[in-house]
């Protein structure tokens, strides 16, 4: 049986630094994956493979079946692969509800299924009061919402959250755990997620990729990523 | 900063829609050869195809946030079409054939260097200086292929006839019927452009604006709609050029060169960018109140065009247009 997100042997080197050697990665659909890892250990370089934005040195990527490898990132976004940034790219101009309109808009669809599909992701996302609200003048922590509520917009089926509760109060944080179970659960995405946040990925109760320098270096639930004595030497004893 | 990256802070909310304005500005074209019948009915055409070029700029640069210095480089592309193909002896109305030829060329050489830029990956000021190359290229080819395009000594164009199948024909050589042929043009390319602004297609322009990247990687291929805007923007262009070339009844090199390029950016950016029918006025009255200028002053009118530019660029980024709800607003407060 072949995973729904199925990659080998991923590998990129930028002029001879390695960021990324020979990550194996599976993913069935409707799983939630944290990917942990103390600073340079290849995290982001990693979803950025993922999403097209790099292409791998070496390694491929097979989502649904298909080898997606060398595709751009815009068609696999239209695919279902949709990535929030580190930081939060929106359209910092244009009020809540515009953005969320130009996300769904990438869709094709009749306008009033439209409307109400931008309702619905406003609901979601908990952006519904400030719907007017030009997105530069949102918090940090509405704007990454913002963000996944551009994911859903369009589409998205495999979400790639690059630390969704940066520079987010505790209380965010803790709504935020609540929205990416909502989607999981409920919504039935998948989601691979970058976080910092050890309260955060506990809450989650979701599997954990511990990547270093560049390799995979341990996978498995919280609580045994938690008592291991090697990644607590690496990551958590430091962190 | 730079130029070709339109990023409009806050976005006015106006209380009456662009559309009611633009029809009343059209009516009052539209009765203006019924009051008087003097110089202006010969000359406001002109003006008006240069607010139809100052159209073709707004829709790249307003709303994609593209900048081009070519948009005079395809005007003169449509007005040598124009010309050439009114020398044939033709079985159709060659004015006709002359429009269209003037838009397909618009459509192809504009479609084909945005395909080659933009799917490169080439943006802001780089694409500025190559559509400023176009601008070169094409007066100079005008100027070389003198057996074609006449050289310096340029090209003398007959007006054209409207004709409608087998119900009749009316000619464009007085300057009413001219007039309102020109109006109907101008009238239509607005409708066209400003239908396109508020689709599914002119709302992703403005995404793209905004934020490409962000674009990209929700599922759209920005190198193809900036290819296609551009494409439509260079054939509205060449349209107009057609139709200058068909009014004036004379085309020459200077028509495609950096200097017209580089006016039609002025009046776009002073009357402003973002706004179709604020392009459309700014190429009407900025170029008409230039020309009053540069024979009252030769000497100065250049200097205060070229301030109010810069006041635009530094100051007052969506021109008259974007400053206008604000000043009202504070003028009602008082």
Known sequence: ???????????????????????????????IRCVIGP?????TTFISMISGHHRPTAGRILFEG???????????????????????????????????????????????SRRNRIDEVLQIVRLADV?????????????????????????????????????????????????????????????????????????LKAPVTVLHLGRTFAEGDFSEIAADERVRGIYLGNG | MSLAVDRPSGRAVPAIREETVAAVVFVLLGLLPVINSGYVVYILPQYMLFGMMAMSLALLWGNTGILSFGQAGFFAIGGYAMGLVMKEALPINPGY??????????????????????????????????????????????????????????????????TFGGLGEVSLTDDAPMYYAVLVAVVAAYAALRFLVRSRFGKILVGIRENDAR??????????????????????ACVAGALYAAHSGFVSPSLGGVLFSTEVVVWVAIAGRSSLLAALLGGIFVSSISNYLSAVSPQYWQLAVGLLFIAAIAYFRGGIAGALPGLLKRSRRK
Request: aromatic fraction near 8%.
């Open chain 1, 1 to 31: 049986m072949t995973a729904w997100l199925e990659i080998r042997g991923l590998t990129k080197r930028f002029q001879g630094v390695v960021a990324n050697e020979a990550v194996d990665f599976d993913l069935v659909e409707g799983e």
């Open chain 1, 39 to 43: 600073n340079g250990a290849g995290k």
């Open chain 1, 66 to 112: 298909h080898d997606i490898t060398t595709w751009p990132v815009a068609r696999r976004a239209r695919a279902g692969i949709a990535r929030k940034f580190q930081t939060p790219s929106v359209f910092p101009n244009l009020t809540v509800s515009e953005n969320i309109e130009l996300s769904v808009l990438t869709c094709r669809g009749k306008v009033a």
């Open chain 1, 131 to 203: 719907r007017d609200t030009p997105a530069l003048a949102l918090s940090h922590g509405q704007r990454q919402w913002l963000e996944v509520g551009l994911l859903l917009g369009m589409g998205a089926r495999l979400l790639l959250l690059d630390e969704p509760t940066a520079g987010m109060t505790a209380a965010e944080t803790h709504a935020t755990g609540e929205l990416v179970r909502h989607l999981v659960r409920d919504l039935n995405l998948s989601a691979i997620i970058i976080e910092h946040d050890i309260n955060f990925i506990r809450d």
């Open chain 2, 97 to 162: 054939l002359g429009i269209l030829c003037a838009a397909l060329a618009g459509l192809l050489t504009a479609g084909l260097i945005g395909y080659f830029l933009f799917s490169a990956g080439v943006r802001d000021s780089y694409f500025v200086l190559v559509t400023l190359a176009l601008s070169i290229i094409v007066e100079q080819i005008a100027v070389s292929q003198s057996q074609w395009t006449g050289g310096w000594n340029g090209m003398f164009i007959m007006r054209p006839s409207l």
């Open chain 2, 215 to 236: 674009m990209t990687a929700l599922g759209i291929e920005t190198a193809w709609y900036k290819t296609a805007v551009f494409a439509v923007s260079g054939a509205t």
